[in-house]
């Protein structure tokens, strides 16, 4: 959990050839991006503060940091010892994710202290700093952790808040979805009692973006914001639950009934999460953000990984099993899913996951299959059409035996599970999290955390978490259509929520509507927007795992748009943000070998855009476009084959809550 004694040192060695800085009568430091372009002037004087410039305008003011331990000692106050700085460049090949190498150019300042140090990154784009202790042996207890962010201005924030109705108190907010829609406000009109999740991104001046999110978050709670109705943040972490009853959802939750007066439990020698505070100046590369990534705990390079297959899932549970032409009854039975098999197998889908229900309910118990379910058969079945089965599973369901649940279930040649109803980011759970990654990983089984927060780098240390939600995604369409607006979101979270990393949307559907005429129906659901908006979220939205949440019969119904997202790749080799404004529009361009895949989003105003697609060079074009009458019929759409203009510059024009995807060829 965490970083190891044995790997902290070894980090010291590599830092002994590093420059130890004098330190006698000096308590600040300046430390410098690559570029130069951002400053962080760290100060060491009784409490330690930083404080952040770009190009010679404060980000942020003075903000003190601390972690309060129960002994009474608090990192952050002591006399630094001494300085080491550090730089680092090098390329990271990466698995699963949105690019095939990922850059890591950094500079570093740790200031060292009796037993603990604080190191501090400078990225071009970005600065982190995390506590790491380094004294040789003991345990303690994390009372509290001071993150202080005090901003210059009252700025403007795009901000996600518990989705809870009781905010009379912080315990009442600790156990949420982490799903919400964003509220865009100055930061001194955040109210004090609503806790926010992370990312948050603030509008600085100049047009530059702030980007809040946090990586490295291992067995130790994650971190939201509270407002002070003034220009400054401050972070709270959820304390060490005491007493958990199995509750909620189908029993499937554990339920905090009272929690302990500390926020963590920890150990000499190891590191805690990175705090990060992401500099943009335009706003389109938070879309391409690696900074959750490149600060996460590296893989085991001794381990294989190459058995990872990331893909496409044919899902039942979006669409309610609600298939039609055949001569059975849908539902949770074995016809149905041969059906769901068979559909996958025709149009090359990795994936088909059984979700709620083929587990016996409320009995918190994976080996209690219902009797319509013969898994064996489905196994041998699937196997036979070179397809793979994906279980869901409910949180305490899964903790009440890790080990045995992946050892039978991987035995029988299921391939993974979609972890649901966690709800929570303490560390009780955090230990959940790492468990279940590392169970699965011994075993070859993906993991997709649902109900889960947003990515924060465990997924580099582990990659076979294939995919988290923490997003309002497409599912919000089944019971609120009508008070959500799900086509503005769609045009936020790019920026914001995936700036963090991937996220299980769940996109793909076949009906769609125009403004005001979507409405929530369980058993045949439709979203907001375009049908092309649903093709070019295949583009827009990083998913190593992705859904096709629509029912197989639809899509038999729409070959055209079947076959194009069909074929989609799910992890990328390229990511090249094309342009985009947060909450108004977005487009993103991404490779995979020699071809390249666009899509764009706009929210419900009409919008025409030029794309400078002059990076790729030449190339066929297969385009869906809006249809002349999709501000009407909004699965109007057309299919367009044409070249990649000379120029690059490709002028295209969507519909209101309308969508743009092209894939080029060379």
């Keep these: 959990m965490g970083k190891t004694l044995k790997s902290l040192f070894f980090a010291a060695l590599v830092a002994a050839f590093l420059p130890v800085m004098g330190f006698a ?15 962080t002037e760290i100060k060491a004087n009784g409490k330690v503060s930083y404080s952040i410039t ?13 972690m309060n331990l129960d002994n009474g000692t608090v990192f952050g106050e002591d006399k630094v010892k001494n300085v080491q700085t550090g730089k680092v460049v090098e390329s990271i090949p990466a698995i699963a994710y949105k690019k095939s190498v990922v850059d890591n150019v950094y500079n570093s300042l740790t200031l060292n202290f009796k037993d603990y140090s604080i190191e501090f990154r400078a990225f071009d784009n970005a600065v982190a700093y995390r506590f790491i202790s380094t004294a040789k042996r003991g345990k303690f207890k994390v009372k509290s952790e001071q993150v202080e962010l005090n901003f210059p201005e009252d700025w403007m924030s795009w901000v996600p808040f518990v989705n809870t109705t009781k905010i009379e108190s912080f315990e009442t907010q600790f156990g949420n979805s982490f799903e919400n829609y964003y509220e865009h406000i100055n930061l001194s009109a955040w109210d004090p009692k609503h806790l926010a999740f992370l990312p948050v991104v603030v509008d600085a001046s100049n047009g530059v973006k702030v980007l809040i999110t946090e990586s490295d978050l ?52 190891r590191s805690f999460p990175w705090r990060i505070i992401g500099v943009f100046e335009d706003e389109k590369n938070l879309v391409n953000s690696d900074l959750t990534w490149l600060l996460g705990e590296p893989a085991d390079q001794e381990t294989d990984w190459s058995w990872i297959k990331p893909g496409k899932v044919a899902w039942d549970w979006w669409n309610d099993w609600n298939i039609y032409g055949v001569d059975f009854e849908s539902g949770v039975n074995n016809e149905t899913y041969k059906y769901y098999i068979d559909f996958a197998s ?6 088909v996951i059984l979700d709620e229900g083929w587990a016996v309910n409320k009995k918190t118990d994976l080996f209690q299959i219902v009797p319509e379910i013969d898994l064996k058969e489905l196994i041998s079945y699937a196997t036979s059409k070179n397809v793979s089965l994906i279980l869901w599973a409910g949180y305490k ?22 972890v649901d109803f966690m709800d929570r980011d303490d560390q009780l759970v955090m230990q ?24 924060s780098g465990l997924e580099r240390t582990y990659p076979n978490i294939i995919n988290y939600e923490g997003v309002a995604g497409l599912e919000q369409m089944k019971w609120g259509a009508k008070e959500y607006d799900q086509v503005t979101y769609d045009v936020i979270i790019p920026f914001v929520r995936m700036a963090a990393g991937r996220m299980d949307y769940t996109q793909g559907a076949m009906i769609n509507a125009t403004k005001g005429y979507a409405y929530p129906y369980n058993s045949m659901p439709m979203s907001q ?33 079947t076959d194009f997202i069909a074929a989609f790749p799910t992890t990328w080799d390229e990511t090249v943000p094309v342009c985009g404004k947060i909450g108004e529009y977005v487009a993103i361009a991404r490779r995979k070998g020699n071809d390249w895949y666009v899509g764009a989003l706009t929210g419900w105003d009409a919008r025409d855009l030029v794309l400078d697609l002059g990076f790729i060079g030449s190339g066929k074009m ?11 019929a909004a699965r109007d759409y057309k299919k367009v084959n044409m070249n990649l203009p000379v120029d690059g510059k490709v002028h295209i024009h969507m519909a209101p809550g309308g969508g743009w995807v092209a894939k080029i060829s060379k």
């Design 25 to 39: 009568a000096k308590s600040s430091w300046t430390l410098s991006s690559p570029d130069g372009k951002i400053k």
């Design 54 to 66: 770009f190009r010679g305008k404060t980000i942020l003011k003075p903000s003190v940091i601390a």
């Design 218 to 269: 291992r067995d130790y709670p994650g971190l939201y914001l509270d407002g002070q109705g003034n220009k400054t943040l401050k972070g709270v972490n959820a304390p060490v639950p005491d007493k958990i009853e199995i509750g909620g959802h189908n029993n499937l939750q554990g339920v905090v009934k009272s929690r302990k007066n500390y926020i963590a439990s920890a150990e000499a020698g």
């Design 346 to 351: 025709k149009h090359g889908i990795e994936y």
């Design 397 to 418: 369901a899964v903790d009440k035996d890790i080990e045995g649940v992946f050892k039978h279930y991987s035995k029988m040649g299921i391939k993974g599970f979609k």
């Design 432 to 455: 959940f999290y790492e468990n279940v990654a590392k169970t699965a990983a011994k075993y070859h089984m993906l993991i997709d955390f649902h109900g889960a927060f947003k990515p």
């Design 529 to 561: 927007g375009t049908r092309c908006r649903q093709l070019a979220e295949y583009a827009i939205f990083e998913a190593p795992l992705t859904m096709l949440c629509d029912s197989p019969s639809n899509y038999m119904a729409e070959p055209e748009c």
């Design 622 to 632: 297969t385009v869906f476009q809006d249809g002349v009458n999709a501000h009407r």
